[in-house]
């Protein structure tokens, strides 16, 4: 029956592609979707190297217990160039930044919102409901009318990030809640990433804001545990590039690695993920959950965690 709903829903979510309805409009007399949600948390700038060696501490213990229960790469890759902005618009889009056309890592207003599809516009014609809650204010770049539905730009601590995208859970409901943390990257930049060229251990600094994110990430499992949605979700935690010294942008494993963490109810292979993750397959993974087709156009694909039987129909 699992299977056969999930055929349902994508069945569902093909046709509403096929006839373009408006956006939010469901087909009138058709099955409901599977309960699903997806959720993506960015830590901004978080090194694999670093998160293993504050794994083998203890010091990570919200992240120890995703992977534990979940899929995991610790040598997915991201995008070139490895900034923030490129990399979380393919994080977005499916498509790396030659496609996506955002070069740049500020906010530029003059230049409006990216031009290609996002996720949350795949979403909003599916008839679901998105929020984005980001630590910079170049995520303005990810934004068009109603695609996501809410877009919190929050630069305090990432806890308070946490807290937001919590409210909005309760609030509004989201199928797919995107939520960013910045304070390692700021953490790197201005004390060090370590770098294994020459050697030089991370900062005491930017290990600690590892443990801001780990204990933000904690405040949203926690409520979606809270509210029984686990279930029925998939969180997967990761990252927009890594570093080195006190930057980041270069070809170097340093930067070009990132975390790639599945969990949640969703979730039914556990264990390290076999063959190579790049950041595009991000957003194919998370429609996935979704029980939404990807775009044909998108260059990710949907990394393979999911067994059909897990999906717990609506209630
Ligand atoms: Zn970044």
Partial sequence: M?????????????????????????????????????????????????LKALLAEGRLPVL???KRRGAWTFSARTVVPSLTLPSHTSMMTGVGPSRHGISWNSYKPERGAVGVQTIFEVAKAAGLRSVLVAGKEKFKHLVKPGAPDRFEWVEDS??????????????????????HLRPADDAGHDFG??????????????????????????????ALRRDRRWEETLVIVTADHGGHGDTHGSLSDDDMLIPWVAAGGQVAVRGEVRGPVNQVDTPATLLEALGLPVPASWEGRPVPVFSPERVRRAA
Avoid: I, N
């Avoid at 308070?160 to 989201?174: D, M, N, Q, S």
């Fill in 2 to 50: 699992a299977c056969a709903g999930r055929a349902a829903a994508l069945f569902l979510a093909a046709v509403m592609a096929g006839c373009a309805p408006g956006a939010g409009t469901r087909v009138e007399g058709a099955p409901a979707p599977q309960a699903r949600r997806a959720v993506l948390v960015s830590w901004d700038g978080a090194k694999p190297t670093a």
């Fill in 64 to 66: 120890a217990r995703l």
């Fill in 158 to 179: 990432a806890r308070a990030a946490a807290l937001t995208a919590v409210r909005l859970l309760a609030e509004e409901h989201p199928d797919l809640v995107v939520l």
């Fill in 193 to 222: 990433w370590g770098d294994t060229a020459t050697g030089a251990p991370p900062s005491p600094q930017y290990l600690e804001a590892l443990a801001e994110c780990d204990a933000a990430t904690g405040v949203l499992v926690e």
